[in-house]
């Protein structure tokens, strides 16, 4: 297996013909395919020069892709990182992986969702009326270096290169309270059409509508800038805010969870 830390052009083209037919639950496929690079997106394929299958891995996520009867196929599945939760795969892929985690393997249901009746004048009324809201700010470099070393909030950094990095391209928005920041809101993932959001709440400013206020913040710039705000829920907790948010339920998908 050969490992690619970032895709180029002549390797963009090659590698979509094999995810074409996915089912695109998050925008994985797309920002890795346009180039995005971090602490843990690699993909792993079997020919760097010409790539027969392909997985793709960002964070805890991956996606299978590519012929699952190559001669490969299981080499591939064997050598993924665990713990990992498969994103919509092909059912052959799916197959090949129930069987070498049988023991193991959990399938898990997300929730889906669609931006296209989010109305700003909603967001901006859920910033206002937060008592917190004057505490709202970009995330600058200053501040993306003191979160990466925090407890909670280094997760807002797994697909990105440095803090520099975070603070150009990962849309942030947090609120700083007691001289740290509470709650943030940023880009999971980013691309040409839109940004992954992830959300992060301190334990103890948790329930206080912060992360509403964070998340408003940073959907708010994206669709400024013509850019999607994909919300993809893994809990009712979050699937909640989202409808907050103006999101509306666009049906569910299953991964699949193989522990460490």
Request: hydrophobic share 40%; glycine share 6%; net charge negative.
């Amino acid at each position: 297996m050969h490992t690619i830390k970032r895709v180029d052009d002549l390797l963009k083209k090659k590698l979509e013909p094999l995810f074409v037919n996915h089912h695109c639950a998050d925008l994985g496929i797309k920002s890795i395919l346009e180039g995005q690079s971090g602490k843990q997106i690699k993909v792993v394929v079997d020919n760097a020069a010409d790539p027969n299958i392909a997985l793709i891995r960002y964070g805890t996520f991956g996606i299978l892709a590519g012929n699952a009867s190559h001669a490969a196929a299981s080499a591939l599945v064997q050598s993924i990182d665990l713990p990992c939760a498969i994103q919509p795969s092909p059912e052959t892929w799916i197959s090949l992986l129930q069987n070498k985690y049988a023991d193991n393997i959990k399938r898990i249901e997300r929730y889906s969702f669609t931006h296209e009746h989010i109305d700003t004048t909603i967001l901006k009324e859920i910033i206002a009326e937060h008592p917190n809201c004057n505490a709202l700010q970009e995330i600058d470099t200053v501040t993306a270096y003191a979160m990466e070393h925090d407890e909670w909030h280094k997760y807002h950094f797994l697909n990105y290169d440095s803090p520099e990095d975070f603070a150009t391209k990962g849309f942030a928005c947090g609120i700083n309270i007691n001289g740290g920041l509470a709650s943030a809101c940023s880009a999971a993932l980013r691309c040409t059409s839109g940004i992954e959001l992830n959300v992060i709440t301190l334990p103890a400013y948790r329930n206080q509508g912060l992360a509403a206020v964070a998340a408003a913040c940073t959907i708010k710039r994206a669709m400024e800038q013509n850019l999607i705000p994909h919300w993809d829920a893994a809990n009712e907790r979050s699937a909640r805010l989202a409808m907050r948010l103006g999101y509306k339920p666009a049906g569910s998908y299953y991964t699949w969870f193989v522990p460490a």
